[in-house]
């Protein structure tokens, strides 16, 4: 591999990467990709995700993962010994940050150890990755992708009634990896001091997944059932229907979308039906309803009927295959997808989805072979500014005096600065008085307002906390001047509006940078600023259908099945923050600021990478396999005793196999020849799942699991959303729900940040503010205004406290709509 390139934006910083799993890859590969010199510390051998399918051929005989290679382009392999302390010492020595997934490390007390590495390099930021953090009852136990996500809540409602629908491998690693990496960008950042130490729980950082869902099934006392294969309450019409040809994605919410859903399948009756005027009333009937409409879909092609969606902005949406996905010119013309090299092999697979405009990723890359860097890297010296190292005792967070100006609503924008937000940064949140952020609710009846109801929101109040909100009306001038006044101000903007809304209020990023030269903006549309679906309305669930995850999950004679009711907006979030974190990392370098053109679906791609990779391989992808593993024997998910009571049980090798069958009672599969490797499991596995189900469903799901565990086998229980924010034992444990007061909603529970600092969970320093909370503090601290213009502005509601009432607002225009994230 050839030096990094200095003129990527991470040049100079220097990673070593220790460990095996993906989370620690996909931090690795963030940082790699963007310019960063990576060494990769792997045993002899090399790292044991090499092997995973499929298969690559590098040339002489060598196979190796295509997976892997992807997630390790642009980095350097060097061999490493469990006795090599020196060799580690001298990687170390010179590096900048270690990203260290190896199980473990944290308590070592030898000379590998956590501790005794700070000691050696107490300006070393260590960034510690395992499934289940450092402490609490889950702390040792064995896990897969799959039980990391059946114990954080991602499981148990996916899928049909009769049975949890499991999400395909890959899920968990990418969040993780996106913790990992902000935590380390940010410790980059922050001035001083040097030495920080995060840890990332792999678990806890899969909860962000579910924290809205679980949000709302505890505030709105929703009943928790799984509602069928892509049937997520109250939202219907919501689902993937066949057409003449393909599959169409299609999310059907606001009453103007029904009225034009209706109009354009001729369905005048059922919109007049009074029955049917909600959300909640139309999937009361959701079956008379699909009776209706899925016949005439089939009567066009999904991209006929996703064209006509664009022209009536219905959020409709191709679900592609992966075929389709790698050929699609909308993907191919943003540079989504690369050449990844190994050895003698080249395949193509996605870029990250990180768009900086002056500063893009690496467009695919070459990943080493095991140790190939071995001999030939060495420890070279540099120049290094004296460094504030952290003491202990400093309990400064690490992005203390950066200012972001947030012109985000709903989920994904909200989460992405709430990322910043948790690690330190003054974070302004802006919202109009006569339309506030959408997920403080619809109703501004005088009613409502009068009552508060904008104020009590649980997943409002999650995604806002640490942050400072003032209100501000953009769409007269004197609101935007002040907005403008913010800004050069500010290090950064985020927002998440409707295509076109900024450029008309004069708020584009031209407009902006020309108060502040060096700004870092970060855009998130759906399909990317610049391309032909610029303008395709989305929320959380159509960016997870046009990213082809659907294709890939369920059993083969399902239709494509979505995962979550909202998928695309957590993992939109927190891309974007990892986005900003990298620009602002070049602005400190270069002096320069730029624009990040973050296209939400592209976010998506990483987790569906694996399809993508054999598809380029081998021109097809293998049928679905429902709740089976291509290399675990068994794997699934099992009933336990109780009403719809459930557990993920995972063989990962021959060794837990045996270990199974001597948890459950069957020395006899034990000692069956024909079953002591996978190959020959996987002829009978359905005999082998029926064996474990009925040791399960004798058993209360915590019971199985401690039992499995216990015995070395990896299990966890299918937990639901009541159970992951109220009595999870491990996260009770583990303080990750934090209980908060705050004005108008009382105490409340705030989960906690994805990354730890030594060991403390991020403080919430502060509730989401109510609606305009700190507008005249920050217009007289920041913009020195004096109490008489604040008093004109808000006689003419330019600011203020209070929503307007909907009947007073005026008629709203359409440069005030946004796009994303209202599932």
């Known amino acids: 591999m050839s030096d990094s390139d200095p003129t990527r934006p991470l040049a100079g910083i220097r990673v070593a990467e220790l460990g095996s799993n993906a989370a620690a890859a996909w931090c690795g590969k963030l940082f790699a990709d963007f310019g960063a010199e990576v060494v990769k510390l792997e045993p002899p051998g090399g790292d044991p995700g090499r092997r995973a399918p499929p298969l690559v051929d590098c040339g002489d005989g060598v196979m190796e993962s295509g997976v892997f290679a ?92 009769a049975q949890p629908a499991l999400q395909p491998d890959h899920q968990a690693g990418v969040p993780a990896g996106l913790a990992a990496f902000t935590a380390a960008a940010a410790a980059l950042l922050g001035a001083a001091p040097r030495g920080r130490y995060f840890e990332i729980s792999i678990h806890e950082a899969n909860v962000v997944i579910a924290e809205y869902q679980a949000a709302t099934a505890v505030q709105m006392q929703i009943g928790e059932q799984r509602r069928g294969v892509n049937r997520w309450y109250p939202t219907f019409p919501m689902g993937i229907y066949p057409c003449r040809e393909g599959w169409l994605g299609i999310t059907v919410l606001t009453a103007d979308q ?48 996703f064209e006509e969606g664009l022209r009536r902005r219905l959020p409709f949406v191709i679900v592609p295959d992966m075929a389709d996905l790698l050929a699609e010119k909308v993907y191919r013309d943003r540079g989504a997808f690369a050449t990844v090299r190994i050895g003698a092999a080249a395949f193509e697979a996605q870029v990250l989805p990180q768009h900086l ?25 540099r120049e290094t500014a004296a460094l504030v190292v952290r003491d202990g005792n400093n309990a400064a967070l690490p992005l203390e005096g950066l200012r972001i100006v947030d012109l985000t609503m709903g989920w994904a924008g909200p989460l992405a600065t709430r990322q910043v937000a948790d690690l330190g940064a003054e974070i302004i949140k802006v919202e109009g008085r006569a339309y506030p952020d959408w997920w ?54 985020v927002e998440n509006y409707s295509q076109g809304v900024l450029p008309k209020l004069g708020l584009a990023y031209a407009d902006l940078r020309a108060v502040k030269p060096d700004l870092v903006m970060v855009s998130m549309p759906a399909f990317g600023a610049d391309t032909d679906w610029a303008e395709v309305r989305a929320y959380g669930s159509t960016l997870e259908q046009a990213s082809g995850l659907p294709r890939v999950t369920g059993q083969e004679d399902w239709p494509p099945t979505m995962n979550h009711i909202a998928y ?39 987790l ?34 109780g009403e ?29 020849p024909a079953l002591a490797i996978a190959g020959g499991r996987r002829a009978v596995e359905t005999q082998i799942e029926a064996a474990i189900a009925d040791w399960t469903r004798t058993r209360a799901p915590d019971a199985a699991m401690e039992a499995l565990q216990a015995a070395g086998v990896a299990a966890g229980v299918a937990r639901g959303f009541h159970e992951v924010m109220l009595r999870e034992p491990h996260l009770r444990a583990r303080g990750f729900w934090q209980t908060t007061e705050r004005p108008f909603l009382g105490q409340h529970l705030q989960p906690s940040a994805s990354f730890r600092e030594d060991a403390r969970v991020m403080p919430i320093r502060s509730p989401a503010p109510t609606l305009g909370q700190s507008t005249r503090e920050v217009l007289r601290r920041v913009l020195a205004l004096p109490e008489a213009e604040l008093d004109q502005l808000e006689a003419a509601q330019i600011i203020g406290t209070a929503p307007i009432p909907m009947q007073e607002r005026r008629p709203r225009s359409a440069t005030m709509l946004h796009a994303s994230g209202r599932v």
Not at 135 to 144: E, I, M
Not at 362 to 379: C, Q, V
Not at 613 to 640: D, K, M, W, Y
Not at 646 to 672: E, K, M
């Open 70 to 161: 992807w997630m390790n382009t642009n980095k350097r392999s060097v061999t490493l010994t469990a006795a090599d302390t020196a060799r580690l010492h001298a990687v170390l020595a010179v590096s900048d940050v270690l990203v260290d997934a190896r199980p473990g490390s944290t308590r070592d007390p030898g000379p590998t150890g956590h501790a005794r590495l700070r000691a050696v390099f107490p300006a070393l930021d260590i960034v510690a990755l395992s499934w289940f953090g450092e402490s609490g009852p889950y702390r040792d136990f064995s896990a897969t992708d799959s039980v990391v996500r059946a114990l954080a809540g991602l499981v148990k409602q996916t899928g049909p009634v």
């Open 258 to 305: 029904w009225r034009g859903f209706c109009d354009m399948l001729d369905m005048r009756a059922e919109f007049a039906n009074p029955a049917y005027a909600t959300t909640p009333g139309r999937f009361g009937h959701a079956d008379a309803l699909e009776a209706v409409f899925a016949p005439r879909l089939a009567a066009r092609t999904a991209r006929e009927w």
């Open 357 to 381: 405009r002056r500063t893009p990723p690496a467009a695919g890359g070459t990943a080493p072979l095991a140790g190939a860097d071995t001999d030939t890297w060495r420890p070279l010296a």
């Open 440 to 493: 403080r609710g619809a109703d501004y009846s005088p009613e409502a307002i009068a009552a508060n109801a904008h104020e009590m929101r649980l997943w409002f109040n999650a995604l806002n906390r640490n942050k400072i909100g003032i209100t501000l009306d953009l769409t007269q001038p004197e609101g935007a001047d002040l907005l403008r006044r913010l800004v050069a101000t500010a290090d950064a903007v």
């Open 568 to 606: 695309g907006d957590p993992i939109g979030g927190l891309n974007a923050a990892a986005a900003l974190l990298v620009a602002l990392l070049h602005r400190q370098r270069s002096g320069e600021g730029q624009h990040v053109d973050l296209s939400q679906v592209e976010c998506m791609f990483p």
């Open 608 to 641: 569906v990478g694996p399809w993508i990779i054999e598809q380029s391989l081998t021109g097809r992808v293998a049928p679905r396999r429902g709740n089976r593993h291509p290399v675990f024997v068994p794997h699934g998910v099992f009933p336990c005793a």
């Open 644 to 672: 719809d009571c459930w557990i993920v049980v995972a063989v990962t090798d021959d060794a837990a196999w045996q270990a199974l069958c001597r948890a459950i009672g069957r020395d006899d599969l034990a000692a069956d």
